[in-house]
T-cell receptor, first 115, second 113 residues
């Protein structure tokens, strides 16, 4: 596998379900991100992890719970979601070195539908 | 908060024509990025611009950066159908704003025969 991979690619879940999205990067990067992309809205940054430590949480509801066990893997745990949470969830990674953060590489995304 | 604005939001252009997409940002940035997204697909990195006056070209696309005006442009030359996609610009100010990337709303480009 190369680049950034995400599984599953499509997910349909009910509002009472619990599921997890997985992201893996094979680029040797040390920063990972979750974004939400809804139709006709700008890309929304949800969480940032630098060197496995969460550094940003942009007012994301607690029904979204991130986990970063190591610098190559990132999870997004989902529970009791709402229909408005239906969106494309994108994972990205980048290299942070010194005082520079380099370009992000994106995974293919998980298309989530909450019924 | 750093804001990024793109215009136009929607662009329909004929094959063979030239056009420019604009990206304005609200405060100083250390680097600017352009991405392409095809429908239902992820974002693909096109250009990274690091300094004032930087110009990069790939095929029919050319990106430039004016840090004094806080403006980047993506110029399309002799458009072809394959360029139909949504184009995003993004800026970062690491470490000033943490490790955050700020994205524009995107420009949806449709190239028609």
């Amino acid at each position: 596998e190369t680049g950034v991979t995400q599984t599953p690619r499509h997910l349909v879940m009910g509002m009472t379900n619990k599921k997890s999205l997985k992201c893996e990067q094979h680029l040797g990067h040390n920063a990972m991100y979750w974004y939400k992309q809804s139709a006709k809205k700008p890309l929304e940054l949800m969480f940032v992890y630098n060197f496995k430590e969460q550094t940003e949480n942009n007012s994301v509801p607690s029904r979204f719970s991130p986990e970063c066990p190591n610098s190559s893997h990132l999870f997004l745990h989902l529970h009791t979601l709402q229909p408005e949470d239906s969106a494309l969830y994108l994972c990205a990674s980048s290299l942070v070195a010194g005082d520079s953060s380099y370009e992000q590489y994106f995974g293919p995304g998980t298309r989530l539908t909450v019924t | 908060e750093l804001k990024v604005e793109q215009n136009p939001l929607f662009l329909s252009m004929q094959e063979g024509k030239n056009y420019t997409i604009y990206c304005n940002y609200s405060t100083t940035s250390d680097r600017l990025y352009w991405y392409r997204q095809d429908p239902g697909k992820s974002l693909e990195s096109l250009f990274v611009l690091l300094s004032n006056g930087a110009v990069k070209q790939e095929g029919r696309l050319m990106a430039s950066l004016d840090t004094k005006a806080r403006l980047s442009t993506l110029h399309i030359t002799a458009a072809v159908h394959d360029l139909s996609a949504t184009y995003f610009c993004a800026v970062s100010r690491y470490p000033n704003t943490g490790n955050q990337f700020y994205f524009g709303t995107g420009t949806s480009l449709t190239v028609i025969p």
